[in-house]
Structure formats: C-alpha cells, structure tokens
T-cell receptor, first 114, second 114 residues
C-alpha cells in the first residue's frame, strides 16, 4: 500500500527552464510534507517542507505547492541548473505520537541538461 | 556532511549470515531512524529509537533487530540473510523525533547478499 506516490521515475529538463516534480498521497492524516534530494553515494538531504495549513512555500529557486483537496504536491525548481540533477524524494507524515513517521515516495530522477 | 556517520559503507556477505550496521547520530540528536532502500524503491521505514527506547516500528522483519545505546549510537542487526535483503540501509537522526522535523541522513551502508 503506497501512501506516497511519485509516478514519474525520471524527468529531463533543459538548463534554465522550470522543473516540476509531482507527488500524490492517499492518507488524509498526513499534515506535513517534505522534499529530499539525493546525490549518488550520499544520503538524502532535506530541501524544503510545507505544512498542511499552507498551500505554498518558497525558498530561493525552490517552491512547493500543496493541493489538499487533490492530495497532491509539487516541487518547482526555477531556473533549473545542472547541479540540481539528483533523485528527489517526496515524504509525508501525520497522525499522533509514534505514528508520525516519514513515509517516502519512490523518487524521481531529475536530469538537467546543459 | 550531515554529521551522521554510518559504518561500514559496503558489506558483502552470504545467505544465512548475520551482519551489524552501525550509526552515530549528529551531536545533540536523540532520535535515530533506520530506513531500507531496495532497487527502484523508496525509503522504507524500519524502526525509530529515541534516547535509547524504541519509539516506533515500521516494515521491519523479525530477522532484523536494532538498539540504541547510552551514548546514542545505534546498531541494526540483520540475521539469516536472504538475497532479497540486499539493499541500501540508511540511518537518520533528529533532535526530538516528533515527526515534524527534518531528518539528517548518513551516506548509507550498501549490503550485498550473495
């Protein structure tokens, strides 16, 4: 039962253009969402997060949008740079106490072409 | 550098064997999490420890066990290994483990069961 889904295993974008990575979730208890970036031979690193009380959060070139009614979030990278090439994981958490563990999607490999 | 140290980086062993993966969290972090990433899969949550006590269990097999020691380092023990246990195992840490804070990941242990 995949509660967090990233349906696009890979995405290629030209340098300078916008990259849009998508994520869908099924658990209505999720109230906090995060994006992690992973380079080869390294662990995932935190990129940006959003609480369910917001529908947008921006940090420099990175913006996360949350559509609660559609149970969908997206990460926009503008402008995309070759250094952004990595695997991006969407993650979500919700519920109370020990139930608040991060559930990750399967990741999207972003390739930014120079 | 996330500040989370995992050893060893690579481990090759045979079916039926037992191995121990080690994790040292960031200085000051009380929570340690273990995740498994198999080929083309997202990060699967295994177990969470907070200040020496088990806080939550995810999809962890009975052949696997973990503990967190008084100095806060953690070990993940995998026994009666099967080919399907080959995966990248990540440890992550956080200050409080409330579930609404970002996790800091180590670079992982690549386990190959032959």
């Amino acid at each position: 039962d995949q509660q967090v889904k990233q349906n696009s295993p890979s995405l290629s974008v030209q340098e300078g253009r916008i990259s849009i990575l998508n994520c869908d979730y099924t658990n209505s208890m999720f109230d906090y969402f995060l994006w992690y970036k992973k380079y080869p031979a390294e662990g995932p690193t935190f990129l940006i997060s959003i609480s369910s009380i917001k529908d947008k959060n921006e940090d420099g070139r990175f913006t996360v949008f949350l559509n609660k009614s559609a149970k969908h979030l997206s990460l926009h990278i503008v402008p995309s740079q070759p250094g952004d090439s990595a695997v991006y994981f969407c993650a979500a958490t919700g519920g109370a106490g020990s139930a608040r563990q991060l559930t990750f999607g399967s990741g999207t490999q972003l390739t930014v072409l120079p | 550098d996330s500040g989370v140290t995992q050893t060893p980086k690579h481990l090759i062993t045979a079916t039926g064997q037992r191995v121990t993966l080690r994790c040292s969290p960031r200085s000051g972090d009380l929570s340690v999490y273990w995740y498994q990433q198999s080929l083309d899969q997202g990060l699967q949550f295994l177990i969470h420890y907070y200040n020496g006590e088990e806080r939550a269990k995810g999809n962890i097999l009975e052949r696997f066990s973990a503990q967190q020691f008084p100095d806060l380092h953690s070990e993940l023990n995998l026994s009666s290994l099967e080919l399907g246990d080959s995966a990248l195992y990540f440890c992550a840490s956080s200050k409080t483990g409330t579930g609404s804070e970002k996790l800091f990941f180590g670079s992982g242990t690549q386990l190959s069961v032959l």
